[in-house]
C-alpha cells in the first residue's frame, strides 16, 4: 500500500535532464529500452519498469523531486494520471 504526501515546492530537474542528456550515448549503450532513475547528477540505476524505478526512488529518497527518464532513441510523450495519484494538484 502507497501514502500520498503533498509536495509543494517547485520542481527543478535541471541537473537530471542535463546528466540524462550527457549520458544519452552511454545509456542507450548500457540501458537502452530500461528506465533510467536520476537524482541530482547522479545515475541511480536502470529498471524493467517505470513502477520499479519510482518505488526505488521513493524508496532512497523519499517523496521529492527525481527523474525516471525511459531511455529509447527517440522519446514518445507518456501520459501519467498525476492528479489521480495526488501527486500534482489543481487548484482553481
Known sequence: SYEYYE???PM???KEIKYYESHK???LKNHKGKYALIKDDQFC????TMEAAFNTG?????VVPFLIKHVVEEETPERIPSLTHSFIHAHS
Open 7 to 9: 509536495y509543494n515546492e
Open 12 to 14: 527543478s530537474l535541471e
Open 58 to 62: 521513493v524508496d532512497s529518497f523519499g
Open 25 to 27: 550515448a552511454e545509456l
Open 45 to 48: 540505476g536502470a529498471y524493467d
